[in-house]
């Protein structure tokens, strides 16, 4: 019966459509911007309270941060959606064993922060707060935590950040918003007010907001790693980064799926850094 709720949803909606497009937008937008989970375990508290914890402010939202203190170069975790900084625990281990200076943030409505909506623009700016606080000289993103990445560093350039690392990120918001339609089956009057709604907030269409684009303007380093199994976000999305991230080194794995978390992954992070 689960699997048949999103279609449920996605034929509300497009009744509600006819009666106005603009009210059916603003469901659609919501539904596919509130995480269902993503909020911290109990079994998860015991490893993020090893962390000095402090909380950040963007738009009024409170945003958790954890900081595990070391004498090398500050690097800042990201995670994606319906995660939370847990889903780093193996790398931060081996991070940490190396020397690290580690950052990781939760998500807005996600983990320890506040907030009920996420994007990967407001994201983008939460990171770009974090960044500055702590002196960030190396961003590891997965998922949308990387392509949120990619628009921070397009819209700031800071200079301090010399690397960036793209675990299984998506290449353009257009793809995982086709998806998205494709899943809830949406009709065109929906899919047209989608558009219309997002032009009309964020002043572009969603193609627009291409990350593989937007790393053309990125001088940071960059290393790109995709699975040419991940369900979630296509191969095809790397192969984008590779073809548009000039200074970037791309690697495809097999078998470790849209996560990417494997000794073989952190063992090219690691050497990334050490480069």
């Given at each position: 019966m689960e699997k048949y709720i999103p279609k449920i949803i996605g034929s509300l909606i497009n009744f509600l459509s006819y009666?106005?497009?603009?009210?059916?937008?603003?469901?659609?937008?919501?539904?596919?911007?509130?995480p269902r989970k993503g909020k911290i375990k109990n079994e998860e508290v015991s490893f993020l309270n090893s962390a000095h914890q402090d909380t950040i402010r963007f738009d009024n939202i409170p945003i958790k941060t954890y900081h595990w203190q070391g004498d090398k170069e500050t690097i800042l975790l990201v995670h994606g959606w319906e995660s939370?900084?847990?889903?780093?625990?193996?790398?931060?281990?081996?991070?940490?064993?190396?020397?690290?200076?580690?950052?990781?943030?939760?998500?807005?409505?996600?983990?320890?922060?506040?907030?009920?909506?996420?994007?990967?623009?407001?994201?983008?700016?939460?990171?770009?707060?974090?960044?500055?606080?702590?002196?960030?000289?190396?961003?590891?993103?997965h998922s949308v935590g990387g392509m949120s990445a990619i628009f921070f560093q397009h819209k700031y350039q800071l200079k301090h950040i010399k690397k960036l690392i793209l675990l299984g990120a998506p290449a353009d918001f257009i793809g995982i918003f086709d998806r998205y339609e494709i899943i809830m089956g949406y009709n065109n009057r929906v899919s047209k007010a989608l558009k219309a709604y997002i032009l009309k907030h964020y002043n572009h269409l969603p193609e627009y907001f291409s990350p593989a684009n937007f790393s053309k303007e990125i001088t940071a380093k960059g290393l790109i790693i995709h699975d040419k199994k991940d369900r979630i976000i296509p191969y095809k999305d790397g192969l984008k980064f590779k073809q548009n991230y000039t200074n970037s080194t791309f690697i495809a794995t097999k078998g470790y799926g849209h996560g990417l978390k494997s000794e073989e992954v952190y063992q090219y992070i690691i050497e990334f850094l050490n480069d």
């Amino acid at each position: 019966m689960e699997k048949y709720i999103p279609k449920i949803i996605g034929s509300l909606i497009n009744f509600l459509s006819y009666f106005s497009s603009h009210f059916a937008a603003k469901l659609a937008i919501d539904l596919f911007s509130i995480p269902r989970k993503g909020k911290i375990k109990n079994e998860e508290v015991s490893f993020l309270n090893s962390a000095h914890q402090d909380t950040i402010r963007f738009d009024n939202i409170p945003i958790k941060t954890y900081h595990w203190q070391g004498d090398k170069e500050t690097i800042l975790l990201v995670h994606g959606w319906e995660s939370n900084t847990f889903r780093w625990k193996a790398l931060i281990q081996l991070l940490k064993t190396k020397n690290y200076n580690i950052v990781a943030l939760d998500a807005p409505a996600h983990g320890a922060s506040g907030g009920k909506f996420f994007n990967a623009l407001l994201y983008a700016e939460c990171i770009n707060n974090v960044a500055q606080k702590f002196d960030i000289q190396t961003i590891i993103g997965h998922s949308v935590g990387g392509m949120s990445a990619i628009f921070f560093q397009h819209k700031y350039q800071l200079k301090h950040i010399k690397k960036l690392i793209l675990l299984g990120a998506p290449a353009d918001f257009i793809g995982i918003f086709d998806r998205y339609e494709i899943i809830m089956g949406y009709n065109n009057r929906v899919s047209k007010a989608l558009k219309a709604y997002i032009l009309k907030h964020y002043n572009h269409l969603p193609e627009y907001f291409s990350p593989a684009n937007f790393s053309k303007e990125i001088t940071a380093k960059g290393l790109i790693i995709h699975d040419k199994k991940d369900r979630i976000i296509p191969y095809k999305d790397g192969l984008k980064f590779k073809q548009n991230y000039t200074n970037s080194t791309f690697i495809a794995t097999k078998g470790y799926g849209h996560g990417l978390k494997s000794e073989e992954v952190y063992q090219y992070i690691i050497e990334f850094l050490n480069d």
